[in-house]
Each structure stands twice: as structure tokens, then as C-alpha cells.
């Protein structure tokens, strides 16, 4: 019964759907448990919340990831289960502490100053929790000063910076150069993203890693997080 449940959460994910009344990619579904409750059900029947993660959410979003690569998805399809994740995460979070389940390491994200786009830093953000990372979401339009302020705060384990402009994405070389100056770049790793920016950016600036989207973002954090250890 546990593995069937579980099942339906991860084919729920791929199908984008939060509540019963949602359609789906597939036909006849409405009316059908959404993410939503499905996760619910999970939690009421003690199911354990590592596999709901593990084998429901992640792995659901592993298949989204498969196919907008191949071009099967495209963004509207994407944001429609990040958006099941995100709201499964909600109900899941309580429940994590008690369940002695440690995070992977912190990500704190912020989309630089004067740059209000944050579609694509959201949808890294709940990718990373789905894939068990505790992130700090501080937001869009973001300061240098309050960033640097946030890193040694947060103490994060990985920065993500995010810009959709190419005249604010330079932000992003100003905020490393404050961490520098601030001395703490040492002590966290950095990944960009967003629609102007590249590899070979990320390297001129002194970034760490890039994340061509989000699901490349949590595989780049991944790997500097193992680099790390």
C-alpha cells in the first residue's frame, strides 16, 4: 500500500497536479488525489517521510527533468510540478525535524540587485528541497551588502545568484568581489544562473559553478558539495 501511494505521488508530480481538481497532462484526471493529499494520506498512514521524498517527490521530478530536456516539457510544464513540490515540501517540513532526516547542506539564493525575475531562482529553490538541501530563499533585487550580510549569517555551505538581465548580471562579479573583500569567500561555494549568464561567465567572475537550469543547478550543487567533502 506504502509503495503504491508513493507511486502515485511521483506520477502526480510528473503530471503537475497540486489538488484533485487540477487536469494534468493525461486526460481523466480531476477529481483524482492531487500531490496535495496524496501527501496527506502518506502522513496519516506513517508511510516514512524519507522514501515520500526520496521515491515520490525526487524521483518525480527526476522524470520532469528527463523530459524537458528532451524537449517533452517546456516551462509551463516544469513550473506546474515544481509547484506540487514546492507545496508538498510546505506539508512535509513540520515533520522532517521530528524525523531526524539531515539536510545535504545549506543553499542560500538570492536574485541580484535590481533584477525583480524570480521564477527560475523558485524553481531551484524547491528542487534543492526536494532533493533534501535546506535553502534560504532572501529573495529578488537583492543588495550586495545584505547578501554579504546573509552569507555570514546563514553560514551557507553554497551561494546561488540568479539574473534574467544583462545589466544587472555584472551584480554578480560585484557581489563575489564584496565576499572577497569581506573575507568570506572562502568559506562558500557559488553558483549563477539565469538567462544571460554561461559557463564561461561564471568563470570570469570567479563563480564556482552554472546552472544552465534548474535541474543542472542541483546536480552542480552536488557535485561542489562532494568536491567540498
Known amino acids: 500500500m506504502a509503495e503504491d501511494l508513493i ?37 496519516e498512514q506513517g508511510i516514512d517521510v524519507h522514501d515520500v521524498i526520496n521515491k515520490g517527490l525526487t524521483a518525480g521530478m527526476e ?47 538570492a536574485t541580484v540587485k535590481e533584477d525583480l525575475h524570480d521564477i527560475g531562482k523558485n524553481i531551484v ?24 550580510e546573509a552569507v555570514r549569517n546563514e553560514k551557507p555551505q553554497v551561494l546561488g545568484l540568479s539574473a534574467l538581465l544583462t545589466s544587472t548580471m555584472m551584480y554578480m562579479r560585484d ?9 568570506l569567500r572562502n568559506d562558500v561555494k557559488i553558483i549563477i544562473g539565469g538567462a544571460p549568464v554561461s559557463e564561461e561567465f561564471a568563470r570570469s567572475i570567479g563563480a564556482d559553478g552554472y546552472g544552465a537550469d534548474g535541474f543542472d543547478a542541483v546536480r552542480k550543487v552536488e557535485e561542489l558539495l562532494a568536491s567540498k567533502s
Open 7 to 43: 507511486e502515485q505521488i511521483k506520477e502526480n508530480v510528473v503530471q503537475g497536479r497540486v489538488t484533485k481538481e487540477d487536469e494534468g497532462m493525461d486526460e481523466g484526471m480531476v477529481g483524482k488525489p492531487g500531490v496535495s493529499e496524496l501527501i496527506e494520506m502518506a502522513l
Open 63 to 109: 522524470i520532469v527533468g528527463e523530459k524537458f530536456e528532451e524537449k517533452e516539457y517546456y516551462i509551463p510544464d516544469m513550473l506546474a510540478s515544481a509547484e506540487a513540490v514546492g507545496i508538498a515540501m510546505e506539508i512535509l517540513e513540520p515533520y522532517l525535524a521530528k524525523s531526524g532526516i539531515e539536510s545535504k547542506g545549506k543553499v542560500l539564493v
Open 125 to 148: 529553490s524547491i528542487l534543492l528541497r526536494g532533493a533534501g538541501y535546506t535553502v534560504k530563499d532572501i529573495g529578488n533585487d537583492i543588495a550586495i551588502d545584505i547578501i554579504v
Open 175 to 183: 557581489t563575489i568581489q564584496a565576499l572577497i573583500d569581506n573575507g
